[in-house]
């Protein structure tokens, strides 16, 4: 783990305005599947983070040609290599999408298992059933799985349980498939109807994007395209998580209000008022946070991706809060860490109940000390705790946070909180 830390001393309400990017999880399935056509792919309003810059390595160690001008990224040509580098899917969960596109080009991938942050089992046999449907031979090899496809044919497909990742590669893939393929039970997050938005500004034939069936027509061939991603819901509900525990007023563009519904029914209370569009949101609270019940789950219920923010912001209520985690199984890594700082917190499998600080009667108080963030949005989570906290605390896992958050600690410093970005010596 690196020496790097961010310093966060809390205490201050945040107010100001701030813009989040394109959102990573449109981003980097949208850059994937610039290789499924020659001609140029420019995916416009791209972070400035750690899992995009892992992204366009990996294009350009698969043979595309790649560059960066600015928060437009050009990927130029198709892959002429089949083989993701073990590296790549060490560090990086989204080599993933690398199955369907490869596999509708070159007719053959081989992988090592994948990586990401540790927080679950993330089995692949959704994704790989899916790929055996069209007509893929899937060979489970030593180091990880070696597709190969002499043709794609159009299927049915009944996922077992609506998979972002699963449906964003068979999407990829059946756009050159031959024939109608069809996924039931698939997802319908913001993110896939962005890529189907792309998808379809290359020639591709895609309906049913955002419900849980969706049909995809094969092409023979998908052309070049200009497109802009949407806004990250989850870089946006973590500053309004932050905003709702610290207190202030803040607005946000280019976020989606409606991509948050979930989030803000547990956020909004007579102390926190949220409000916006489809390109704006805006923040105004008093800094007290009230007891919650809340469980992830597929969109449009509560994002597993805000569950850490959520518990972290929980432990300064005044009541008593559950949280459920249904999507992953090693999802709490951050209970120990707000525990470390004074948090009661008690999980049973899969639930976590939550004693608020601010209760008229606690006697648990929370102080300022040093954390480890262990995934890239507990990170974000106990970035949030440390700014509600007065006194000083250090973030460890900086490196983590890098892949999702664009300098998190400038976009908090924006709004008037004090974070720090330094070393230990």
């Known amino acids: 783990m690196s020496n790097q830390y961010l310093k966060i001393i809390g205490g201050n309400s945040l107010s100001g305005r701030v813009e989040v990017h394109g959102a990573k999880n449109a981003v980097l399935p949208i850059l994937a599947a610039g290789i499924l056509t020659s001609e140029d792919v420019i995916v416009q309003n791209c972070p400035y983070i750690s899992d995009v810059d892992a992204m366009t390595v990996l294009l350009e160690e698969l043979g595309a040609e790649v560059m960066r001008n600015g928060r437009n990224i050009i990927v130029r040509g198709q892959a002429t290599h089949a083989r993701v580098d073990d590296l790549h899917c060490k560090d990086m969960r989204s080599s993933m999408f690398m199955l369907g596109a490869l596999l509708a080009t070159l007719g053959e991938v081989e992988t090592t298992f994948p990586g990401g942050c540790s927080i679950g089992l993330r089995p692949l046999d959704i994704h790989l059933d899916g790929l055996k449907r069209m007509g893929a031979t899937v060979e489970m090899t ?74 995809i027509e094969g092409v023979k061939r998908l052309f070049g395209t200009r497109f802009s991603p949407i806004g990250d819901r989850i870089v946006a509900g973590t500053v309004a998580c932050a905003t709702a525990l610290c207190g202030g007023d803040v607005e946000i563009d280019g976020a989606n209000v409606n991509h948050l519904g979930a989030v803000i029914n547990c956020l909004q209370s007579k102390d926190c008022k949220i409000d916006g569009d489809d390109t704006y949101m805006r923040v105004r609270s008093t800094g007290r946070i009230h007891g919650v019940h809340a469980q992830s789950a597929p969109y449009p219920l509560f994002p597993t991706d805000m569950q850490p923010q959520l518990l972290c912001a929980s ?111």
């Open 315 to 425: 432990c300064f209520s005044d009541g008593v809060s559950v949280i459920r985690e249904t999507v992953f199984e090693n999802r709490f890594a951050h209970v120990k860490e707000m525990q470390k700082l004074g948090a009661k917190i008690n999980v049973c499998g899969d639930t976590a109940t939550i004693f608020g600080c601010e209760k008229s009667d606690s006697p648990y108080l929370i102080k300022g000390g040093s954390v480890v963030a262990s995934d890239l949005r507990a990170g974000g989570a106990l970035c949030i705790a440390a700014l509600k906290i007065k006194g000083e605390s250090k973030v460890y896992g900086v490196e983590f946070i890098d892949r999702g958050y664009e300098r998190i600690e400038d976009v908090f410093c924006s709004l008037g909180g004090y974070v720090l970005r330094t070393k230990d010596r």
């Open 142 to 215: 030593k180091s990880g799985i070696r597709c190969t496809a002499k043709s794609l044919i159009g299927a049915k497909i009944l996922m077992k349980y609506p998979s972002v990742g699963a449906t964003e590669n068979l999407m990829m893939c059946a756009t050159l498939a031959k024939g109608r393929t069809t996924l039931v039970n698939c997802a319908r997050e913001p993110e896939i109807i962005s890529l189907a938005e792309c998808l379809r500004s290359m020639g591709a034939k895609i309906s049913g994007d955002g419900t849980s069936v969706m049909k």
